[in-house]
């Protein structure tokens, strides 16, 4: 049965405080977290070897400038981590990291896997226009009322599955009215439990819990359901939706899931000749420069909906604004309900692609 280790300290320096002595105590050789970088205050993805450095260290800051599962996935995809190292991923990042791993992108041996039930992120271009640290207050607030912050990211606001799955341990953070002087974690893992031996804190049988209450959970789903309604909620017309894509591809590049070293669309194999454009010439009068940014939004779905973890990073590095988080919640979800699949949840459960069952879909005949 999990434990729970509490520390009389508000939860994100009770975050760092762990994390430090992990690191004097030589349990783990580095830690994975978020971290202000110089002048500015930029927050970014880096490797701390010296306790010294968690100093820096910001693991709760409500901003993912890309998902950490990703990033894991790069680091690992050549070789396992040679010694024992902790990271502080949100579930989207962790569910992500393990679809990746179901696709031997990477490794998790060698990994202390730390995460919290989620207030959600801030959108990026936020950070760009204001300082991100003087909302802090007010987040945390929200956080421990069970609110929704104002002005996440719209995937963050609609997210159903903000308890994290297959953690090592679980920070306590929505609802719980203790954050501010108590930082509760469960530890769910007997690596878990082994690891925090020694540390100055109160270890007990039964845990509180890291459940997130259920009116919190009904006020996600109704951001879910009015971010559907932008798009025409069950039909959508998707040549309005993607009408002014500029074909950058960015969301593909910080999607988690789009792995491919060579993307088709970047390949020499989606450029047309001449001869298609003098037939739609003949059409219409009028061809598009950009003929394939439709066919390729339409592509990018068919490749990563049934592992979408939701976590709106396409969204959030689209320059052209449009709703990627509405249609992949949309496209994504109807995919992993007619599979009864969820992404991220099991890492032993085989992803739908590569996965035949006899029996699936034998109504829809």
């Known amino acids: ?28 050789s580095g830690v994975f977290t978020l971290s202000r970088l110089g002048a500015g205050n930029p927050v970014a993805y880096s490797l701390i070897t010296d306790p010294a450095g968690l100093d820096a260290a910001v693991p709760l800051f409500p901003l993912m400038p890309a998902n ?33 791993l179901k ?31 003087d909302r802090i207050p007010a987040y945390w607030d929200a956080v421990k009322q069970g609110e929704l912050p104002a002005d996440l990211r719209s995937a963050c606001a609609a997210c159903e599955y903000c308890v994290p799955f297959g953690a090592d341990m679980t920070l306590n953070l929505v609802g719980n009215e203790h954050l501010d002087r108590q930082c509760e974690i469960t530890l769910n893992t007997d690596k878990a439990e082994e690891s925090v031996q020694g540390i100055e804190g109160e270890l007990t049988e039964t845990p509180a819990g890291a459940d997130v209450p259920e009116a919190h959970l009904a006020k996600r789903r109704a951001q879910r359901a009015g971010l559907l309604d932008e798009i025409g909620g069950d039909a959508f017309d998707v040549e309005r939706v993607f009408g002014n894509c500029i074909g950058c591809r960015a969301c593909s590049k910080s999607c988690p899931i789009c792995y491919c070293e060579v ?6 194999g989606s450029d047309h000749g001449s001869q298609y454009y003098d037939t739609q010439l003949a059409k219409s009068g009028l061809a598009r420069v950009l003929p394939d940014t439709t066919l390729y939004q339409l592509v990018r779905l068919f490749h990563v909906s049934a592992s979408c973890v939701g976590c709106g990073a396409c969204a959030d590095v689209c320059p ?46």
């Open 263 to 268: 993307c088709y669309f970047e390949s020499g």
């Open 103 to 133: 696709r031997n992108e990477g490794s998790l041996e060698n990994f202390l896997v730390i995460s919290s039930t989620c207030g959600g992120v801030y959108p990026t271009k936020m950070a760009a226009k204001e300082n991100i640290a």
């Open 320 to 365: 052209a604004d449009l709703p990627l988080s509405a249609v992949s919640l949309k496209v994504a979800g109807a995919v992993q309900q007619a599979f009864d699949y969820l992404p991220g949840r099991d890492i032993e459960e085989g992803i739908p692609v590569i996965t035949y069952i006899p029996e699936e879909f034998a109504g829809m005949q």
């Open 68 to 100: 950490m599962g990703k990033q894991l996935s790069r680091l690992t995809s050549k070789q396992a981590a040679g010694k024992p190292v902790a990271a502080v991923l949100r579930p989207c990042e962790l569910r992500a990291f393990v679809e990746l």
């Open 1 to 28: 049965m999990p434990k729970q280790l509490t520390l009389d300290m508000a939860a994100d320096e009770g975050l760092r405080e762990l994390l430090g002595f992990l690191l004097r105590s030589g349990r783990v």
